[in-house]
């Protein structure tokens, strides 16, 4: 048994941990759940390629011929072949050109034009400029950095991600004493705080190894850099110089020999890697120094049975032999230090078992952005009680008033700026030049904003009508392909995949969640009691 002054020393680190880190991990929780299928909503927001059909892989051979003479720039920064069509992808065949920049500025992005190649109806070439999607990146940055730019936003999230580590261990303490007879106890009545104390207390039981996963990877992540360089500093030296050269190398360009030589067919090649690494999966080629003798297909894929993001596994064959070039970033023939590397990634973004980890990570992200909604309301309310001393009606302390007023503001505001960022994908699409950056102006006018009027009404008044406001800009994702099915001269779309039509149902029964709580704390708020943070009276 543990002793109870351990187990209340426990629950006071547990309560502050929660609470200093709560905002920043309901935003990375409910921003990671939407990440799960970041494929699937860039596939709804990116409008359909103009008048071009697919082009065939039979085909690809004399496409590249075309594209190497009219645009002889791609011989030297290459292109990708997509063996699968997906609405994100305007054509079979994509490219990249990197824009000028000063060398002398080590801060500065690399910001790169994006181009796209397909067969016309009578064989000529098309090629068109066309930025993709960007809707998935910015959804995975709130995630990955709660909006807060470079090293800053990592930094930040890798001290957040050790905070939530020691509530996680802070909190089982805490549960272990009573865990056997209250683990399964949700004690449904009137009193309310009861109810959700035991409701977080099974939410974050059942899940705990997922965020024991979660809370791991993400510190790596956030910190990974930070580490390994004083790994490499303290323990290695430069021993580990020459490991890290020969691993960077395998994603460099070839030596160009200035020899020209024809390359074989994409078919032939895929056959090549089926055959020469039996069991990997690929979806694209991407060709280094194209019509050199020295070209490189780059075949990027997955292999059943490992845990990593498809984007980091690889095979490379000559282009114009097809043997194999470099096979060790398949993950069955990775080195351990990297399969060790890709494992955490895979387990953090879920990259492993298919649509039904998908769906698991999806609502334990959920789960867990409600567990840290919660707790800081659960604190609230504790203060609140706590304060009945003689008086029946005790006036809100100001830091309980604040605390739920952020709590409401940020996680609602959270919700309801990335819903409409997402619509605006759509709205917005060939009104304005750069995309990205109204993603940004639009959640963070929407956050920002709730976050405001949270603090100008109070948590009571603010939450009714920000949770309408969630289930108003969720709804209008389905509501927006359903316009742009019937009425299409507004200029919007609707995709029929199954991948694109799930983004739409997903968000007709978040919005119907949204609000079924919209009605269930207005009810609150009207019959509470008036002490409590949900009471409008108590205001």
């Known amino acids: 048994m543990i002793p109870a002054p351990i187990v ?12 200093t880190c709560g905002f920043a991990l309901f935003i990375a929780f409910y921003a990671g759940a939407l990440t799960m299928f970041m ?25 590249i011929d075309q594209l190497l003479a009219a645009h002889p720039e791609v011989r030297e920064h290459g292109f990708t072949v997509h063996l699968s069509p997906r609405e994100d992808r305007a054509a079979r065949v994509t490219w990249e050109v990197e824009l000028p920049h000063d060398e002398s500025d080590p801060g500065h992005t690399h910001e790169h034009v994006h181009w796209w190649a397909a067969l016309g109806a009578y064989g000529a070439l098309v090629a068109r400029q066309e930025e993709p999607s960007e809707l998935g990146e910015f959804i995975n940055e709130i995630h990955m950095r709660v909006g807060i730019p470079g090293q800053w936003g990592s930094a930040f999230m890798g001290v957040v991600s050790l905070l939530y580590g020691v509530a996680l261990i802070s909190g089982v303490i805490v549960l272990l004493p009573s865990l056997v007879k209250d683990f399964f106890a949700l004690r449904v009545g009137k009193n309310l705080k009861r109810m959700w104390l035991d409701a977080h207390n099974v939410v974050g039981i059942t899940g ?10 993400s510190v790596a992540f956030s910190l990974g850099a930070l580490l390994f360089g004083a790994q490499g500093l303290l323990i290695y030296g430069d021993k580990h110089r020459p490991t890290m050269q020969r691993f960077q190398a395998q994603f460099r360009q070839p030596q160009p020999t200035n020899e020209a030589a024809s390359m074989l067919p994409p078919a032939q090649l895929l056959a090549r890697v089926q055959a020469q690494a039996p069991g990997f999966v690929p979806e694209a080629i991407t060709y280094q120094r194209p019509g050199d003798k020295a070209a490189v297909a780059r075949f990027t894929g997955r292999e059943p ?3 990593m993001e498809s984007r980091y596994g690889a095979v490379a064959l000559s282009a114009v032999t097809g043997e194999v070039v470099n096979d060790s970033l398949r993950p069955s023939q990775q080195e351990p230090w990297w399969r060790t590397t890709m494992t955490l990634a895979g387990l953090h973004f879920g990259q492993y078992g298919g649509a039904v980890v998908r769906w698991s990570y999806f609502l334990l992200g ?4 409600w567990l840290f909604y919660g707790g800081n309301l659960l604190w ?9 001393k003689g008086d029946a009606m005790p006036a809100q302390r100001r830091d309980t008033y604040w605390l739920a007023a952020g709590t409401v503001g940020v996680c609602l505001g959270c919700v309801a700026g990335l819903s409409l960022t997402i619509v605006a994908g759509k709205w917005l699409h060939g009104h304005v030049d750069d995309m990205h950056a109204w993603h940004q102006v639009v959640y963070f006018a929407v956050f920002f904003g709730a976050v405001a009027w949270a603090f100008a009404r109070g948590a009571a008044r603010a939450a009714v009508g920000l949770l309408w406001l969630c289930a108003a800009f969720t709804l209008a994702i389905p509501l927006t392909t359903l316009a742009g099915w019937l009425v299409p001269a507004l200029g919007w779309w ?13 968000a007709f029964a978040g919005a119907l969640c949204f609000a079924w709580m919209a ?4 009810r609150r708020v009207r019959s509470g009691a008036g002490d409590s943070v949900w009471s409008a009276r108590g205001d």
């Open 8 to 19: 209340k020393l426990y629950k006071t680190v547990h309560t502050w941990t929660g609470i």
């Open 39 to 63: 494929e699937p909503i860039a596939r709804w927001a990116s409008p359909p390629a103009p008048g071009v059909a697919q082009t065939p892989l039979d085909r690809v051979p004399a496409l």
């Open 305 to 307: 049975g490992y845990v």
């Open 366 to 369: 959920l789960a867990g952005a």
């Open 519 to 522: 009605r269930v704390t207005a």
């Open 208 to 217: 705990l190894p997922f965020h024991i996963v979660i809370a791991t990877t």
């Open 494 to 506: 609707a995709h029929t995949s199954a991948q694109a039509l799930g983004v739409d149902a997903t």
């Open 380 to 388: 609230v309310e504790t203060r609140r009680k706590a304060q009945r």
